[in-house]
């Protein structure tokens, strides 16, 4: 996915709150990462960097007593290297974007068609995809024209951040709103960002959220819409279940608090089926698990603990290795038992979710092999049936990396497939046997899902305002 921070001032560099606005937002992306300056007697300043095996902090640390700027824009972005330097009739600037563009070879060809001769390629032949939106927005008359008509041509979605030569910000939500915008105010000017707690912490306070579709223009003095915002939304869900950070709040509901409610919502329904098992503890798998899991053992009234801990210092996120053998290495080594948790004890673990299942049937190997009695699973989101084509929280080649998609073609083949939607429910003869199989093969006392419902009701917005399709398919 990715994140992006932005700020103006009158009269102060803006250096170091782009650099730690920015690094407030590196739980959403591991690749690359980026800052962009302005300044009126140097112009622009920029710097790129991977950051695969290395934070962004240590990363662009030494690079801070290059960058001069009164504004500035900054990014975490797990798909290409940016922000861009981009020269065209709307002058010189700094893009920056988060999203998916899902019809990206049909926008490339319709620029060549209208004149465009060339992209500058990646060493995989595709088209940089800030570079193809700055292409797209370049073809308007303005930049509110221009992303306007970048966003209705886009199959997917798209958040956009620009830094022009004049030392404005220009930022634009996504049309549907898939992920939040926050403005933040202080005396000397303004900052934009996707968490409101990066800002908190400079010293800036709320000032709006970006509606849908809304483009604001950002100058020390003012924040001006230039684009109202439009009536439909389709929020992420997964923002609250996983990649939200816990005092983040999107929409006006705080993460941390939404998790609590999820857990209490699986329990009191899984209490009203008679369905919740006998155990000594409930846990949380770390660490967007562990507040579902607190929400869960506050309504079971059966103690919390933490048979098991991670271990971070060396490994924040244990994907962030570029080699699938070292991911697997590096998860293992986290994972450290508290033994007088484990041996001998019956456990029931909540999870964000469920994708591949490929780390969490390690991880209950690894509470056998400690010794546990029984090991009961609980993910606090629905069986993930479709990969993202909106932010890429999901990414793979097929749906049928997905565990829960694998397992109906094990047990039905192609005809399994047309019944998705049965799958996902496990009141139906299908739902049970997907929630068998998946015991069976991950090695669960006993499995259960949150539904489509109970997630929803913990979220507390309109339904409709939410984007579910990674468990639905529907768009």
């Given at each position: 996915m990715?994140?992006?921070?932005?700020?103006?001032?009158?009269?102060?560099?803006?250096?170091?709150?782009?650099?730690?606005?920015?690094?407030?937002?590196?739980?959403?992306?591991?690749?690359?990462?980026?800052?962009?300056?302005?300044?009126?007697e140097g112009g622009f300043t920029r710097q790129i960097h991977s950051i695969g095996n290395t934070p962004f902090r240590t990363k662009f640390e030494k690079d801070l007593q290059d960058f001069s700027g009164t504004s500035g824009i900054g990014c975490i972005s797990d798909t290409d290297p940016q922000p861009l330097m981009v020269r065209s009739h709307l002058g010189l600037y700094a893009i920056t974007t988060v999203g998916v563009i899902n019809n990206a070879e049909e926008l490339i060809q319709s620029c060549f068609d209208e004149g465009s001769e060339q992209f500058m390629a990646m060493s995989s032949g595709k088209v940089n995809v800030t570079e193809l939106v700055a292409a797209l927005i370049n073809r308007g008359g303005r930049f509110a024209d221009g992303i306007r008509k970048a966003q209705e041509l886009i199959k997917g979605s798209m958040s956009i951040l620009i830094l022009t030569e004049h030392g404005s910000i220009i930022c634009a939500r996504d049309k549907l709103g898939r992920l939040p915008v926050e403005i933040g105010k202080r005396e000397d000017g303004y900052c934009v960002s996707f968490e409101s707690f990066a800002y908190h912490k400079l010293g800036y306070e709320d000032y709006k959220e970006l509606g849908p579709g809304e483009i604001v223009k950002i100058k020390p003095g003012s924040c001006e819409t230039v684009r109202e915002p439009g009536k439909d939304m389709k929020i992420c869900a997964f923002l609250w279940t996983y990649y939200g950070y816990p005092n983040s709040k999107y929409e006006g509901v705080n993460v941390e608090m939404m998790r609590y409610r999820n857990g209490e919502i699986i329990a009191r329904n899984e209490d009203v089926k008679g369905t919740m098992p006998d155990v000594d503890f409930v846990a949380g798998v770390p660490d967007s698990g562990l507040p579902h899991a607190i929400g869960y053992a506050n309504e079971s009234h059966k103690p919390f603990a933490r048979p098991f801990v991670?271990?971070?210092?060396?490994?924040?996120?244990?994907?962030?290795?570029?080699?699938?053998?070292?991911?697997?290495?590096?998860?293992?080594?986290?994972?450290?038992?508290?033994?007088?948790?484990?041996?001998?004890?019956?456990?029931?673990?909540?999870d964000d979710s469920i994708v591949r299942g490929t780390q969490l049937r390690e991880t209950v190997d690894f509470l056998y092999a400690s010794g546990a009695k029984e090991v009961h699973m609980r993910s606090a989101c629905p069986p993930i049936m479709y990969s993202c084509k909106y932010l890429n929280f999901s990414r793979g080649n097929s749906d049928m990396d997905l565990l829960a998609r694998r397992i109906i073609q094990e047990l039905e083949g192609d005809e399994g497939q047309k019944h998705i939607s049965?799958?996902?429910?496990?009141?139906?003869?299908?739902?049970?046997?997907?929630?068998?199989?998946?015991?069976?093969?991950?090695?669960?006392?006993?499995?259960?899902?949150?539904?489509?419902?109970?997630?929803?009701?913990?979220?507390?917005i309109d339904r409709e305002k939410v984007c579910t399709y990674c468990w639905t398919g529907e768009e």
């Amino acid at each position: 996915m990715g994140g992006f921070f932005g700020a103006v001032s009158s009269d102060r560099s803006v250096v170091l709150d782009v650099f730690f606005g920015t690094d407030y937002h590196s739980h959403l992306g591991t690749t690359h990462a980026g800052m962009a300056f302005w300044n009126k007697e140097g112009g622009f300043t920029r710097q790129i960097h991977s950051i695969g095996n290395t934070p962004f902090r240590t990363k662009f640390e030494k690079d801070l007593q290059d960058f001069s700027g009164t504004s500035g824009i900054g990014c975490i972005s797990d798909t290409d290297p940016q922000p861009l330097m981009v020269r065209s009739h709307l002058g010189l600037y700094a893009i920056t974007t988060v999203g998916v563009i899902n019809n990206a070879e049909e926008l490339i060809q319709s620029c060549f068609d209208e004149g465009s001769e060339q992209f500058m390629a990646m060493s995989s032949g595709k088209v940089n995809v800030t570079e193809l939106v700055a292409a797209l927005i370049n073809r308007g008359g303005r930049f509110a024209d221009g992303i306007r008509k970048a966003q209705e041509l886009i199959k997917g979605s798209m958040s956009i951040l620009i830094l022009t030569e004049h030392g404005s910000i220009i930022c634009a939500r996504d049309k549907l709103g898939r992920l939040p915008v926050e403005i933040g105010k202080r005396e000397d000017g303004y900052c934009v960002s996707f968490e409101s707690f990066a800002y908190h912490k400079l010293g800036y306070e709320d000032y709006k959220e970006l509606g849908p579709g809304e483009i604001v223009k950002i100058k020390p003095g003012s924040c001006e819409t230039v684009r109202e915002p439009g009536k439909d939304m389709k929020i992420c869900a997964f923002l609250w279940t996983y990649y939200g950070y816990p005092n983040s709040k999107y929409e006006g509901v705080n993460v941390e608090m939404m998790r609590y409610r999820n857990g209490e919502i699986i329990a009191r329904n899984e209490d009203v089926k008679g369905t919740m098992p006998d155990v000594d503890f409930v846990a949380g798998v770390p660490d967007s698990g562990l507040p579902h899991a607190i929400g869960y053992a506050n309504e079971s009234h059966k103690p919390f603990a933490r048979p098991f801990v991670k271990y971070t210092p060396t490994w924040p996120r244990s994907f962030m290795p570029q080699d699938q053998s070292v991911r697997n290495q590096v998860a293992k080594m986290k994972q450290l038992p508290v033994p007088e948790l484990i041996e001998g004890r019956k456990l029931l673990f909540v999870d964000d979710s469920i994708v591949r299942g490929t780390q969490l049937r390690e991880t209950v190997d690894f509470l056998y092999a400690s010794g546990a009695k029984e090991v009961h699973m609980r993910s606090a989101c629905p069986p993930i049936m479709y990969s993202c084509k909106y932010l890429n929280f999901s990414r793979g080649n097929s749906d049928m990396d997905l565990l829960a998609r694998r397992i109906i073609q094990e047990l039905e083949g192609d005809e399994g497939q047309k019944h998705i939607s049965e799958y996902a429910d496990s009141s139906t003869e299908r739902g049970k046997c997907l929630l068998k199989a998946i015991c069976d093969k991950l090695g669960f006392e006993s499995l259960g899902y949150q539904s489509i419902d109970g997630l929803l009701e913990a979220i507390g917005i309109d339904r409709e305002k939410v984007c579910t399709y990674c468990w639905t398919g529907e768009e």
